[in-house]
């Protein structure tokens, strides 16, 4: 019997072990990052490429969960890394996380693909539940 | 079966806004039509009008969000461009998650409005080519007889005459006629676009 822990990593079911799948934080060494990387602390199996193309990468060779794009990626092009994401895996969560109140930016992700828009902070919480719900 | 028209829909309970909406639209050309309520806007709304809608999130009595969902539940499609005044980020998820086409926080742009709407517009006429095309493919299925059914679902799934009249348990020339019958109903040139007719309806 393999461990479960709260959010739904691991565990077993019918004798098989569970594949424990990776949730993939893409961001730069900041502090929006690591509060980022905070928040998922209570997950196992969460990796940090430090950006959008190491991020797509690791959705192609990892058993991704679901992809989280912290907020100093921007500069990168966004819009179009979503696009690519989603043409790539059309099922994977991926959760864009921005300031409070960028609205446009929020439904400009969301066309182009995002699963959701996470204002951060103050929505830790938000984040942790959505991702919960992504690796069920 | 000639198109309707093309109507912009603009809800929102504020006369100063669905005044100056209406007469922006229509100084481009575009037709318009108001209503200061969801209510009033459900009441005459028929789904197969063309168009699209520009809905303020925040009126009294049914909200902007719980009116799309409301439309979502009769099966529109009309894309829906949400204003408002007072947007937040996870107001603006929830439009998006739900359907909306796009959401835009006033104060905005004549321009802005204008592109989004046409934006709108031809995303409508797009869906509901689609829409027509499908429909027909599935009238023309509908018009096949159950053997023939069974012949267009295994040659499109790669099977030769031969491979087909075995699993049939028929003649090769059984399924030779069946196959022209099928080719003839759906109105296909090749069994490539017979594949591809299959495949824009398959669920």
């Known amino acids: ?136 | 079966m000639k198109d309707l028209p093309q109507t912009v829909y603009v809800v929102d309970d504020d006369d100063a806004v669905r005044n100056s909406l209406k007469l922006l639209l229509k100084s481009a050309g575009i037709a318009a039509e108001t209503a200061a309520s969801a209510q009033e806007f459900l009441s005459s709304y028929d789904v197969v009008q063309p168009g699209c809608l520009v809905l303020d999130v925040r009126m009294p009595g049914m909200s902007g969000l719980e009116m799309q969902h409301e439309l979502n539940l009769r099966g529109a499609m009309i894309p829906v461009i949400f204003i408002t005044g007072h947007g937040d980020i996870p107001m603006a998820v929830e439009a998006m998650q739900h359907g909306a086409f796009d959401f835009l926080q006033k104060p905005f742009r004549d321009q802005e409005l204008l592109d989004r709407v046409q934006r709108a517009l031809a995303r409508d006429a797009e869906t509901r080519t689609r829409l027509r095309h499908t429909d027909r493919i599935r009238e023309r299925l509908a018009s096949l007889s159950p053997r023939e059914r069974e012949v267009l679902d295994l040659v499109t799934q790669g099977k030769a005459n031969k491979m087909v009249a075995g699993d049939l348990g028929v003649s090769q020339r059984t399924v030779e006629i069946h196959r022209a019958h099928v080719m003839q109903k759906m109105e296909a040139g090749s069994l490539a676009e017979l594949v591809r007719m299959m495949m824009s309806v398959a669920p």
């Open chain 1, 1 to 136: 019997m393999v461990g479960s822990d709260d959010n739904g990593n691991g565990g077993s079911r019918d004798g098989e072990i569970a594949r424990v799948r990776t949730i993939i934080v893409a961001g730069q060494s900041s502090q929006r990052t690591q509060e980022v990387l905070n928040a998922l602390s209570g997950f196992t199996n969460v990796i940090w490429p430090k950006s959008l193309e190491s991020a797509l990468e690791q959705t192609r060779s990892a058993d991704a969960g679901c992809l989280v794009i912290a907020d100093d990626l921007r500069e990168e092009p966004i819009d179009e890394f979503l696009q690519e994401a989603r043409e790539l895996h059309r099922n994977l969560p991926i959760f864009v996380i921005t300031d409070p109140d960028d609205v446009a930016e929020a439904v400009s992700a969301m066309r182009h693909g995002a699963t959701a828009v996470i204002e951060i902070p103050p929505s830790y919480s938000t984040l942790r539940d959505e991702v919960s719900r992504a690796l069920q």
